[in-house]
């Protein structure tokens, strides 16, 4: 009887365990779906959008070009605005 209490129990954890891990894969992974876009670069309206900060720049080509300096400033800027809410929220 104890061999197979300490069986369930066993399994139990395992599944538990299992679980767990999967879940924190999911959301390593996110869902795939389109919501989770990054940039879309539209070529018909020379557009570029970054979704995480809300950026438009009707200038692809120059960007394609490596002229990167407005992406680049914006992204600093929502991170630092992103780590001032943080250090704002935790003090």
Do not use: C, W
Request: no cysteine; aromatic share 4%; glycine share 6%.
């Amino acid at each position: 009887a104890m061999a197979v209490l300490a069986a369930r129990l066993k399994e139990k954890d395992r599944s538990e365990r299992a679980a767990k891990e999967a879940a924190t894969r999911k959301g390593l992974i996110g869902s795939g779906d389109r919501s989770d876009r990054i940039r879309t670069y539209n070529f018909p309206q020379g557009r570029l959008t970054d979704h995480r900060i809300n950026l438009t720049l009707y200038k692809l080509q120059a960007v394609l070009d490596g002229d990167l300096d407005e992406v680049i400033a914006a992204l600093q800027a929502a991170r630092a605005a992103q780590q001032l809410a943080a250090l704002e929220a935790g003090a």
